[in-house]
């Protein structure tokens, strides 16, 4: 996976996380979504730096 792909990626993580926990309606689940896109993001980036490095 290219470096425009992995960001890109990231990004679409991010807003759907956004998009979804806005919606939900429910604070604790508003929180967990928008905690799962951020580890979503953090496991692509160490997997994406493990295949550099």
């Given at each position: 996976?290219?470096?425009?792909?992995?960001a890109?990626?990231?990004?679409?993580?991010?807003?759907?996380?956004?998009v979804?926990?806005?919606?939900?309606?429910?604070?604790?689940?508003?929180?967990?979504?928008l905690?799962a896109?951020?580890?979503?993001?953090?496991?692509?980036?160490?997997?994406?730096?493990?295949?550099?490095g």
């Amino acid at each position: 996976m290219d470096a425009r792909q992995a960001a890109a990626g990231a990004i679409a993580t991010m807003v759907g996380s956004i998009v979804l926990a806005r919606a939900a309606g429910d604070k604790r689940l508003s929180d967990a979504l928008l905690e799962a896109g951020r580890q979503a993001v953090r496991d692509q980036a160490t997997s994406a730096g493990a295949e550099c490095g």
